[in-house]
């Protein structure tokens, strides 16, 4: 079975561009999250979906989107970048969220983002 | 503001030896913990969990102990080996499936 996959893996871009990540989540999971992860520092969340709605926002600018298409897959919109937006997207998924849920995200390998 | 800490960037433990991987937390609101292993060039991988209602949990060589008053818990490594060198995060969240909040990190070196 395959896992979660995301491209591109890496991508090199300059300020004010934009910037589109996507994500596909494991067969049969309909929850997709967005975690940004900066060098020597853990994931940070920044969007989770299920069933095409948000269900969750962290703490990042509204140059900062995303959203969920019927089968499941997953984009994140990054617009006018900043050198500070340089950075590994993780795209995580899980079966359900709630009470039903394990609690455990599945991540891929991550969109490696270089602002320069 | 930092809610999940791991106050240790790096640890080095002999091979066959005990790893313990400490983890603070500041959000008494948190009610399930996870950790999660990562190596370079690969996202994480979960390893354990505990529920808030627990005080441990363990899989096979790996253990996860909960102490809730002092908000603390940590990951028991026994034995170690030099596969188990990865960086490890720990991660809280207060309603499943949504904001988990991850910690910096620990940086596990198993020498052989």
């Known amino acids: 079975d395959a896992g979660v996959t995301q491209s591109p893996t890496h991508l090199i871009k300059t300020r004010g561009q934009h910037v589109t990540l996507r994500c596909s989540p494991i067969s049969g999971h309909k929850s997709v999250s967005w975690y940004q992860q900066v060098l020597g520092q853990g994931p940070q969340f920044i969007f989770q979906?299920?069933?095409?709605?948000?269900?969750g926002r962290g703490n990042f600018p509204d140059r900062f989107s995303a959203r969920q298409f019927p089968n499941y897959s997953s984009e994140l919109n990054v617009n006018a970048l900043l050198l500070g937006d340089s950075a590994l997207y993780l795209c995580a998924s899980s079966l359900e969220v709630g009470p039903l849920n394990t609690g455990e995200l599945f991540f891929g390998e991550g969109s490696r983002l270089t602002v320069l | 503001d930092q809610q999940v800490k791991q106050n240790s960037p790096s640890l080095s433990v002999q091979e066959g030896r005990i790893s313990i991987l400490n983890c603070d937390y500041t959000n008494s609101m948190f009610d399930y913990f996870l950790w999660y292993k990562k190596y370079p060039a690969e996202g994480p991988t979960f390893l354990i969990s505990i529920s808030s209602i627990k005080d441990k949990n363990e899989d096979g060589r790996f253990t996860v102990f909960l102490n809730k008053s002092a908000k603390h818990l940590s990951l028991h490594i026994v034995p170690s080996q030099p596969g188990d060198s990865a960086v490890y995060f720990c991660a809280a969240t207060n309603n499943y499936g949504q904001n988990f909040v991850f910690g910096p990190g620990t940086r596990l070196s198993v020498l052989p």
């Open positions: 979906y299920y069933e095409k709605e948000e269900r």
